[in-house]
């Protein structure tokens, strides 16, 4: 069956996926500039990719035989616990940033009754706080409820509910059209990077992987197209030309996306046509499969930085 993947690599990797994210979430605000907030971009980003994490651990257990889901989600209950957490956390962080950023004062400087009257009172207040309260649920049902495959569900759906109402407020909330696209790439972005993600936290025999890695390629597969197809839609909605893609911050950016988003395609090609067969064929060991895994999450952490800069942007 093949040995577990070392645990004490689980810090390590997750210090490293820090330091993606904080320097991909500089390189997203340097773009954008003069557009787009640091301190907005880094907050956003750490809550998205903890939303996008609990997302893909409530969506892992349902890749593996269902004799084996249960053992999966078990696995899934500490890590899911933390990261949402973090991902609370951080959409408190977010909410009070945006509130600052809304008083044009420090953050230091802001009030309570300051904070909770753009909370109330304000579309992006109000988008705010139905995250802090999906966070919240999610965490709640993660520590209180019994981790039922049904309760996985409710999990996944709170997540889902907490990515989506980030787009209540902004350019695209004036579009219909551009909303539901940019709905359907953002929950299929996230549904992608958050399974691999949730792969990594809780498979660890070659077996398991073996298992449900052929499901998670096809998973992936109809979610990249999802996110293409949402993604195109948006962005020809967003942009009013061509010629913004180099001239505004905005536009520097999405090319950014785009250019990793590219690279994201080409290494998931590669590895359904080389990785995908070994594992099947238990020809790779757990560790390598884990390491595969790290490097697909360090780039799509680059593109989920990018994606906060650029609600952080437009």
């Not at 904080?22 to 903890?50: F, H, I």
């Not at 939303?51 to 269902?66: H, N, T």
């Not at 952490?301 to 800069?309: D, R, S």
Request: charge should be positive; include cysteine; aromatic fraction near 6%.
């Amino acid at each position: 069956m093949g040995g577990a993947a070392p645990a004490v690599k689980r810090p390590a990797a997750l210090a490293g996926g820090t330091l993606v994210l904080a320097a991909a979430a500089v390189v997203a605000w340097a773009l954008a500039y003069p557009q787009g907030s640091l301190p907005v971009t880094l907050v956003r980003a750490v809550a998205d990719c903890a939303a996008v994490v609990c997302l893909g651990l409530a969506a892992v257990p349902m890749l593996d035989d269902e004799r084996y889901r249960r053992e999966l989600i078990g696995r899934a209950t500490a890590p899911l616990s933390i990261a949402g957490a973090v991902w609370l956390v951080a959409e408190l962080g977010r909410l009070i940033v945006a509130a600052a950023q809304a008083a044009a004062v420090p953050i230091w400087r802001l009030g309570l009754p300051t904070t909770v009257d753009f909370a109330v009172d304000t579309a992006a207040g109000r988008a705010g706080t139905l995250g802090i309260v999906a966070a919240a649920a999610l965490g709640v049902a993660t520590l209180v409820a019994p981790r039922t495959a049904s309760m996985n569900l409710v999990v996944a759906g709170l997540a889902a509910v907490g990515l989506t109402s980030r787009l209540i407020t902004g350019h695209f909330f004036e579009s219909a059209l551009g909303g539901l696209a940019l709905a359907i790439h953002t929950l299929a972005a996230a549904l992608w990077c958050g399974a691999l993600a949730g792969l990594v936290l809780t498979v660890e025999h070659r077996g398991q992987w073996a298992r449900v890695l052929p499901r998670f390629s096809q998973l992936s597969l109809w979610c990249v197209l999802a996110l293409l197809l949402g993604g195109t839609a948006a962005a020809l909605e967003r942009l009013g030309s061509l010629g913004e893609l180099y001239a505004t911050g905005y536009g520097r950016l999405l090319a950014a996306k785009i250019a990793v988003a590219a690279v994201l395609v080409l290494l998931g090609w590669r590895n359904r046509t080389i990785w995908l067969p070994a594992a099947r064929a238990h020809r790779t060991a757990a560790v390598v499969s884990r390491s595969r895994s790290l490097v697909e999450l360090a780039v799509m952490a680059v593109a989920l930085a990018f994606a906060a800069g650029l609600a952080a942007t437009g």
